[in-house]
């Protein structure tokens, strides 16, 4: 689990934000995993991953998800606050 801890810390120097959500915070539910795309010449673009499949939403049905990202971001710790959480983790390791 120290190796996992290690990998999450090095991805913030990599451009990679990580962020922790507090198990306190469930008002956001996320059904399935989604990747929110954004591009300089397009509207955003959802790749939204099942168990069986992963499908493509594109133009207004982004919406949902997007209010979902606003609604996690609010939520979750800074990115120090979620680097020192995550130091004080290993720590007990």
Known sequence: MREQLEHLLLSQNRGIEVRVIPAHQTRVLVLHPFHLMRFPNTTPVVHVELAAGAFYVHGKD???????IRRLDRVALSPSDTRTIITELMKGL
Do not use: A, D, K, L
């Open 62 to 68: 982004v919406g949902p998800y997007e209010s979902i």
